[in-house]
C-alpha cells in the first residue's frame, strides 16, 4: 500500500472508526474487497440476465449471487467484533448494526404496508442493502463524533 | 457507576492517551469511562485497578 493510498485509509478510519487499531484496518480492507465483489456481481449478473435473456432456475442463480457477498460482508463484520479487542469501539458498532437494522426493518415495514393498501410502495432494487450501510456509516460518524474530545485533555 | 479515574490519572500526570495506551485500550474508550458514559466490563476494571495499584471498589463505586 502506497504513502498516499495509506493515508486516504487512515482518514475514512478515522472518519467510521474514530481510531484505528487492527481489527478496524483488517476491517476496511476485507470490506472494501467485499464491496468490490458486490458490486461486480450485480453488474454482471444484471448485464447477464438483461442480454442473455436468462430464464428458469438460471435467473434464480443470478439472483443468489449478489446475496452471497452479503452475507460474507456480515461474516467481515462478525470477524471485526471477535478480533476488535477494545470492547467500547466493539459495542459502538454493535450500536450502530442496531441502528442500521432499525432503519432497514421500519423502511420496509412501512413500504410493505403501502404496497398493501396503496399503489405505492415499491422500494428500487437493492435499496434495502445501500440503506443499511448508509445508516452504520452514518450511526458510526455520529458516535465518533459524540465523542470528539480535546487533545491535551 | 461513578469513578475516579480522571483524577487518579492526573495524579499520574498522564494524558489520556497515555492511559490508554497503557491500559491497551482507545482513546475514546478512556474518555467514555471518565465521563460516565461507558461502564467498563470486569476485565477492564482489573486492568485498570491494577494499574493504579488499588482495588476496584477504591475507584468504581455504584452511584445511588
Redesign the interface.
Known amino acids: 500500500m502506497g504513502d498516499e493510498e495509506g493515508a486516504m485509509t487512515s482518514f475514512w478510519l478515522k472518519m467510521l472508526c474514530g481510531t484505528e487499531t487492527k481489527a478496524s484496518k483488517a476491517y476496511t480492507r476485507r470490506t472494501a474487497v467485499t464491496m468490490s465483489a458486490y458490486l461486480l456481481l450485480v453488474i454482471g449478473t444484471t448485464y447477464v440476465v438483461r442480454h442473455l435473456h436468462v430464464k428458469g432456475w438460471l435467473l434464480y442463480v443470478c439472483a443468489v449471487l449478489p446475496s452471497l457477498a452479503i452475507f460474507k460482508q456480515l461474516h467481515v463484520v462478525a470477524m471485526y467484533l471477535r478480533e476488535e479487542g477494545d470492547e467500547y469501539l466493539r459495542q459502538q458498532a454493535v450500536q450502530s448494526i442496531l441502528w442500521a437494522a432499525a432503519a432497514v426493518l421500519g423502511l420496509t415495514a412501512f413500504m410493505d404496508f403501502l404496497r398493501s393498501y396503496t399503489p405505492y410502495g415499491t422500494l428500487p432494487p437493492f435499496t434495502v442493502f445501500v440503506t443499511f450501510w448508509l445508516v452504520y456509516a452514518l450511526a458510526q460518524l455520529l458516535q465518533v463524533r459524540r465523542n470528539l474530545v480535546d487533545a491535551d485533555e | 457507576m461513578n469513578n475516579r479515574l480522571k483524577a487518579l490519572r492526573a495524579q499520574k500526570g498522564w494524558?489520556?492517551q497515555e492511559l490508554a495506551d497503557r491500559l491497551?485500550?482507545?482513546?475514546?474508550?478512556v474518555?467514555?469511562?471518565e465521563t460516565g458514559?461507558?461502564d467498563?466490563?470486569l476485565p477492564?476494571a482489573f486492568k485498570i485497578a491494577k494499574l493504579f495499584g488499588m482495588a476496584i471498589e477504591a475507584i468504581f463505586e455504584v452511584s445511588e
Open positions: 494524558s489520556q491497551e485500550v482507545s482513546r475514546q474508550s474518555n467514555a469511562i458514559k461507558y467498563p466490563s477492564l
